[in-house]
Every structure is written in C-alpha cells, then in structure tokens.
C-alpha cells in the first residue's frame, strides 16, 4: 500500500464560515466542494482538510458520529482491506467508493 494524500474530516455547523477561516486566515484553498462539504488544500505539506456539516438529526456528542475522521487516500485499497479482514482487524465500515473520489 502506498498512501497518496491523506485528510482530516471535521464535521462542522457551518462548512462555508469554516472554509473561510481556513482560506482566509490559514492559506487553504477549496479544492472540491458538494452539498454537504467541502475539500480544502494547500499547496506544501499540510494535510487537507474536508469540512462535513453536522447533521443535527442524527448528531449527538457521544453518541457515535465522530467530530473528526482521518482519511488517506491509498493504492492497492482492495487486497490492504482483504489483508486486514485476514488478520482479524475490526473493519467498522465496509469498503467503498464514494461520489468525489476520482477512479
């Protein structure tokens, strides 16, 4: 496996004020955005960062939704997730693709 970039996911109440305080204050820019987040990057080292509005339906502090996720983007993801299930690791979402991951 070799991973590519990386991420952290912060759900958000707000991801457009977040995404200006990042590219106003912080030197992000917004690299990607849908209804409901939106992908900021910088140019050097810093890992990007993908803002994901809170649902407040289904969000509740402790109760299982993270506040903060930490994505890697991977080659080889299929035989490392056939690896991991091999070796008994807890796999809590099943592999997938989603809608803004580039094929």
């Known amino acids: 496996m070799n991973i590519a970039s990386s991420a952290v996911s912060l759900t958000v109440a707000d991801p457009p004020a977040s995404s200006r305080f990042f590219t106003i ?4 820019r917004e690299i990607l955005a849908g209804e ?4 900021l990057g910088r140019d050097d080292g810093a890992v990007d960062l993908v803002l994901v509005e809170r649902d407040l339906e289904r969000w509740q502090p402790g109760q299982g939704l993270a506040d903060l996720i930490v994505v890697f983007t991977a080659t080889g993801l299929a035989a490392e997730y056939e690896r991991l299930r091999g070796e008994g690791a ?5 592999l997938r693709r989603e809608p803004w991951v580039s094929c």
Do not use: S
């Open 25 to 28: 204050h912080l030197g992000f």
């Open 90 to 94: 807890p796999i809590t979402i099943p």
């Open 36 to 39: 409901e987040f939106i992908a």
